[in-house]
């Protein structure tokens, strides 16, 4: 069955630290691939998608992330994190017309 | 320009009665999508649009949901007779393509029946 998962339910990292948040799916073709964010309260805004082409993608905010067809993976990456990245991510992939999201990461941010 | 709007924002209905939410997509978008989603958990699909045409309502729970995007802009889903389990915040969203193409949502609706 299709399915899309992020195995992370919540991860905290310390402000100016590294991240990455895993999203991982099972689907018979290469999908579309699509990283959201969400704030409290507010609706999900797009980070960066893969459709084809170069498997490092740049988003907005400084994210990106990195197509493995071999791992079957797309994880979002950040550099140094910000107290402002605190949220949620979901990722999203989509494939013949259909588009499922993970369950979410909450990413918290210690000063 | 405008994004994706929704309203209300925060609806409280009594168990047993009807709500009407409300979705403006972003102009010119042809799809609009309707998402539930439960504390904690990502969106869950809902029912699909393009243009007037409702293509995909297969994620609706229930015969009490209905939606319905009569001129191909504005879109209301409505929920009859509602239940405590229907408590959730319940997102919109607009696409200028299909299921497949990135989609630009609405800050949500959330419901509360009590």
């Known amino acids: 069955a299709q399915s899309v998962t992020q195995p992370d339910i919540h991860i905290t990292v310390s402000e100016g630290a590294s991240l990455e948040l895993r999203c991982n799916y099972s689907?018979?073709?290469?999908?579309?691939l699509f990283w959201y964010v969400q704030s409290p309260g507010q609706g999900l805004q797009l980070l960066l998608k893969?459709?084809?082409?170069?498997?490092l993608v740049q988003g907005i905010k400084g994210f990106e992330a990195e197509f493995k067809r071999s791992q079957s993976s797309f994880n979002l990456r950040k550099p140094s994190v910000h107290w402002s990245d605190a949220a949620e991510y979901f990722c999203?992939?989509?494939?013949?017309?259909?588009?499922?999201f993970g369950a979410g990461t909450r990413l918290t941010v210690k000063p | 320009g405008a994004g994706v709007s929704q309203s209300p924002r925060y609806k409280v209905a009594k168990r047993g009665q009807d709500v009407a939410l409300r979705c403006d997509p972003i102009?010119?978008?042809?799809?609009l999508f309707w998402y539930q989603q439960a504390l904690g958990q990502g969106p869950e699909f809902l029912t699909y649009?393009?243009?007037?045409?409702?293509?995909?309502k297969s994620g609706l729970p229930s015969d009490r949901f209905f939606a319905e995007r009569p001129e191909g802009s504005v879109s209301t889903l409505k929920i009859q007779r509602t239940q405590q389990e229907d408590s959730a915040v319940y997102l919109c969203?607009?696409?200028?393509?299909?299921?497949?193409?990135?989609?630009?949502f609405g800050p949500g609706t959330r419901l509360t029946v009590t």
């Open positions: 969203a607009s696409s200028l393509g299909g299921r497949t193409h990135e989609q630009y």
């Open positions: 689907y018979g073709a290469t999908p579309y």
């Open positions: 893969y459709f084809s082409g170069d498997t």
């Open positions: 999203a992939v989509a494939l013949n017309n259909d588009m499922r």
């Open positions: 102009s010119g978008h042809v799809s």
């Open positions: 649009f393009q243009n007037e045409a409702q293509l995909d």
